[in-house]
């Protein structure tokens, strides 16, 4: 979790706990958290879509495709969160009914954030989501994993679209999201807590002993710019040193069959 992405072992454990928090309302820091109080594994989205292998990304892009085939979507959100004991961010809180339909136990966290805070922090995402698709597919192309990058954010960006009726992208569009959320969990089922509100909030929802050490504290929009920024360096290195095989080679043939002569 958090820099890293967790892998289950268990494929016995199930879905415990999810946290429904819009992206930039500190999917991290909550990420990080549950995996402390439960002790198991936790699907951040980002990090897991970025940092695990190329089959992984891959599911993502077949449940998006397959997201209005309900019964091979549900046996898809199974797949990708089987073992996993607790989930964050987008894309796996996009499916938020159906995963709570698949894990019918299951509690939620709706975190909650100052709306013109949360919009400044979720613009450089907006901006660098408007990169030209095509060009941002043939860049990423050579990157195991990376490659399904530009097609998981345009099926992220359609089921946005599908869930909150194509709502604008304005700061009130935190509150309308987070009515939604409301709207679709059992109030029993349901916890709202801000961040700054620390372990106990948490813990008591959970069940959990409150823990001795700090509150994770992860600055989600410092790590999503230099994953950014690393995914763009390699793609870049990648189609360098592709461009300069192919010089070679076209050299070596150039030379060694006396073309130049």
Not at 235 to 243: C, E, H, M, N, Q
Request: glycine share 8%; with cysteine; aromatic share 10%.
């Amino acid at each position: 979790m958090g820099g890293a992405p967790s892998v289950p072992t268990d494929s016995r454990r199930e879905l415990q706990v999810i946290g429904a928090g819009y992206s930039r309302t500190g999917t991290v820091s909550m990420g990080m958290a549950l995996e402390q109080l439960l002790q198991g594994p936790v699907m951040h989205g980002g990090t897991q879509i970025l940092g695990r292998e190329d089959a992984y990304a891959k599911l993502w892009t077949r449940i998006f495709a397959e997201r209005k085939n309900k019964p091979v979507l549900m046996k898809l959100l199974k797949e990708a969160t089987e073992g996993f004991v607790g989930l964050t961010d987008s894309p796996g809180s996009l499916f938020l009914e159906e995963l709570l339909e698949l894990y019918p136990n299951c509690k939620v966290v709706l975190v909650k954030r100052d709306i013109h805070a949360w919009y400044k922090s979720m613009q450089p995402i907006m901006e660098n989501t408007q990169l030209n698709p095509l060009l941002f597919r043939a860049l990423l192309l050579p990157i195991p994993t990376w490659r399904w990058f530009p097609k998981i954010i345009q099926g992220m960006g359609s089921r946005e679209i599908e869930r909150l009726n194509g709502v604008p992208f304005t700061p009130d569009m935190l509150l309308t999201y987070n009515d939604w959320v409301r709207a679709h969990v059992r109030p029993e089922k349901l916890m709202e807590m801000e961040m700054a509100e620390g372990w106990e909030p948490l813990a008591k929802f959970l069940n959990t002993t409150v823990p001795s050490t700090p509150f994770p504290r992860a600055n989600d929009a410092a790590a999503m710019t230099a994953y950014i920024n690393r995914i763009l360096i390699t793609a870049s290195l990648a189609w360098l040193g592709i461009f300069t095989v192919l010089g070679l080679a076209c050299w070596l043939s150039w030379t060694s069959f006396g073309w130049n002569k």
